[in-house]
């Protein structure tokens, strides 16, 4: 089982905390951010982002996460169509806190629309967290359930 860290990337460290406490319970995770990334490591991240059994998709206010925010809605649709026990973990802040007003003023508009929209999704295996620690928390217990889920897939017919 892997938990796949999508979402901001950049200089952002975010994913330190989760790879940490991951490691420290013996959970898998996948992580995009690379300093030597090349074109051909798009082929693994489009792998795991269509095969991991939890993908965590934070976009942080510390960029303006527009290409985040455009991958959001493909990853549901990946969680969506190709697995219903996969699961998707979304966080968006509100807010964005770089410099450059034109894209700030663009980023919060575009976070509000898809706040809005993923607020009106009904799908039992997406959920919308507001900030890190939930989202780590929400992750962790998706991870027991899916290893509850393992056992008993032994004993079925």
Known sequence: MTIGLF???????????FMEKYDEMGIGCFNPLKDDWKPEDAQ????????DEIILFPVTDETSGLGSLGEVGFSILQAIKLDADRAVIVMIDKDCKIEDEAV?????????????????????????????????IVSLQLHKIHKVKELIAEYTV
């Open 7 to 17: 979402g901001t990337c950049g200089g952002s460290t975010w994913r330190d905390g």
């Open 44 to 51: 693994i991240e489009a792998e795991h982002l269509a095969n």
């Open 104 to 136: 700030k003023k663009e980023s919060i508009r575009t976070r509000a629309l898809i706040k809005a929209h993923l607020n009106k999704l009904k799908y039992p295996n997406v959920y919308i967290v507001d900030n890190l620690e939930n989202m780590m």
